[in-house]
């Protein structure tokens, strides 16, 4: 059963427009562990956050903002006022307590920032 | 250089063939992971190392696929008599232990071999 979804395929925006990215997470476990990732066309993933599941703060940096709700099990991530810099495909991942150094994977989300 | 490397970054093989895929972690760090990403998809969890012990192998999606870290640090992915459907980039990620534990720290990830079987 995938464990992560990602319903956005692709999104296109203009630079300075705001984008949010939702992320629905499914588990068992009370204890785990969120993450996103940036992979830009040359390949690399970069690793963007982790949140565990005890934190339900929302954080806040520079442009990048995340909503954390256990209750709908969403991550969301929102960048403001885009840049085509910003244009790459997003993931957001899940790791469970019971081997947390295993990284489930969203599809991904394709994000094109347009000048 | 300071970030995981990987070699090649592409290669094509014919149906059949064995290929052998090296990664090189970022120095110090213990932990070892290979992913496997199709097209158009996100990466799904291969093997994991600690040190040389490979300590997770359950997704491995054949008997054709071994991986091994024998000093601890280089490691490579063979894949026998490959297939078309093994046609991936597979990614290399490595990260650190603090204090004996696995801490879930930030894994830093290679740029990939882009495989492709014909």
């Known amino acids: 059963a995938q464990k992560v979804t990602q319903a956005q395929t692709e999104i296109s925006v203009v630079e300075k427009e705001d984008v949010t990215l939702d992320c629905v997470y499914e588990?068992?476990?009370?204890?785990?562990?969120l993450f996103w990732y940036k992979q830009p066309p040359s390949g690399e993933l970069v690793f963007l956050i982790r949140?565990?599941?005890?934190?339900?703060q929302n954080e806040i940096s520079g442009r990048y903002s995340w909503n954390f709700q256990k209750s709908t099990s969403s991550f969301n991530f929102t960048i403001t006022a885009s840049q085509v810099v910003d244009s790459a495909v997003y993931f957001c991942?899940?790791?469970?307590?019971?081997?947390?150094?295993?990284?489930?994977f969203g599809a991904g989300t394709t994000v094109t920032v347009r000048a | 250089g300071a970030g995981v490397s990987q070699s090649p970054r592409y290669k094509v093989a014919k149906r059949g063939q064995d290929v052998a895929l090296r990664c090189d972690p970022i120095?110090?760090?213990?932990?070892l992971f290979w992913y496997q990403q199709a097209l158009g998809q996100g990466p799904e969890f291969l093997t994991y190392f600690q040190n040389e012990a490979q300590l997770d192998k359950s997704g491995l999606p054949s008997d054709r696929f071994f991986a091994e870290r024998p000093e601890g640090s280089v490691s490579t992915l063979k894949i026998q008599r490959t297939q078309q459907e093994d046609s991936a980039v597979y990614l290399c990620?490595?990260?650190?232990?603090?204090?004996?534990?696995?801490?879930?720290?930030?894994?830093?990830f290679g740029q990939g071999t882009r495989l492709t079987v014909v």
């Open positions: 949140r565990n599941s005890f934190d339900e």
């Open positions: 990620a490595s990260s650190l232990i603090l204090d004996g534990t696995y801490m879930n720290t930030e894994a830093f």
């Open positions: 588990t068992r476990d009370t204890t785990y562990y």
């Open positions: 120095s110090g760090h213990v932990s």
């Open positions: 991942a899940l790791s469970e307590a019971r081997d947390d150094y295993k990284l489930s």
